[in-house]
Every structure is written in C-alpha cells, then in structure tokens.
C-alpha cells in the first residue's frame, strides 16, 4: 500500500460509545470508512465499502463477529479482521483465529495495543494479545469441540440459530429470518440442547451469554 494513503477501516460494535472512543483512537492514523452496531450490518458493510482492515467486537446482535467473519471469509478469504473484545478467556481467542482473524485485542488494552494490531493485519500478521499469547501456545493442541470450548463443535447453522433464539426470538420468528420453518428450528434447537447436555430454555440462554454468543 502507498504509505501516503491510509488504510480504510470499519469499526462494527454495537456499543456506540465504545465505537466512538474507538474512532477517535484511529482516526489520527487511519481513515474510518464507517461504524456498524451489528453482525449482519458487519457483513453487508464490507462487502459494499471493502476496507482494508475490520475492527470488531465478538458479541454482537444478530450476528457476532466471529460468524460474520466466517461470512466474510466465504466470498474472500483476504478479509481483516481485527477482533476487540471484553472476554479474557483464550477459548474466544482460539475461536477467533480458527475463524481467520487477523487480531485479537481486548477492551481494556485498546488504548495501547489496537492500533498496532491494525497495523499488523495491514502487514499480514497477527497481532495476539500478550496476556492471552501465552495460554495459546500452551493450549495450542486442542482440538475443536474440546470440553474447554462446546461452541467449536457446533456447526454454523447450529450457532447462528442459537444467537437468534438466545436474543429472545421466537422459533417462528427465527425461521422466517433464515427461511426455515418453525419445525426445522425447533429440531435444531432441541438436537442443541441435547448436544450440550442443556434441559430448557432458559439454560440455553445462559449458555449463550456465557460462551459470548450474545452480549
């Protein structure tokens, strides 16, 4: 890239205070082509306005990030993303990298760390941060779908249909957002709550917030 134009980024959270103070980190280095507040909005607006780097939150309405990325990644697998997220847990971490990010920064270190791991996707690195780096290499050798992480063993179709039901959308409501009928999301939600060892509704729920599925 011409070091005299600057790289275009896209912010997607759905805290418009956090995207605000995010935009003003940016800004000096980097030109903001856009702030979106959800996953759906994430994938619509990349693929419309085609920054060179996305900076995203996990949690977010509709879509989270990590399956917006996998969206992304489908139509073109050079797609950035730079995930900036609350969660410590290396499990997201894994998730995310697993997905194809390019980054993995959290809230509290943005101030210091989010604006190299900008640069670093924009060199085609990526930019882990340290105090999970360590965990990762140690947890280098799981396997998806291991006990430490039950989301990784869920397929796409599973986890977006958890999203939607977790936000407190109906069944019938759901499937007429995937074009599915009201059974076939009813199969899907009860093969889910039996795959994850869930008895009712409200645990699946918990789950889903626990796991960082929804905010």
Known sequence: MNPAVRARVLLADDHRLVAEALQSLLAEEFELVGIVEDGLAMVK??????PD???????MPSLNGIEALERLKVHDPRVRVVFLTMH??????RRALAAGASGFVLKHSASAELVLAVRAALEGRTFIAPELAAELVLT???????????????????????????????AKAVAAML????????DHKYRLMEQLGIENSAELIRFAIRQGIVP
């Open 179 to 186: 074009g599915l009928s009201a059974r076939t999301v009813e």
């Open 140 to 170: 280098a050798g799981e396997k998806a779908g291991a006990a430490g992480d039950p989301v990784a063993a869920l397929t796409p179709r599973q986890r977006e249909i958890l999203q939607l039901l977790a936000e407190g959308r109906s």
């Open 53 to 59: 780097v996305i900076v995203a939150d996990i949690s």
């Open 45 to 50: 607006a990349a693929r419309e306005l085609r």
């Open 88 to 93: 410590r847990d290396a499990a997201y971490a």
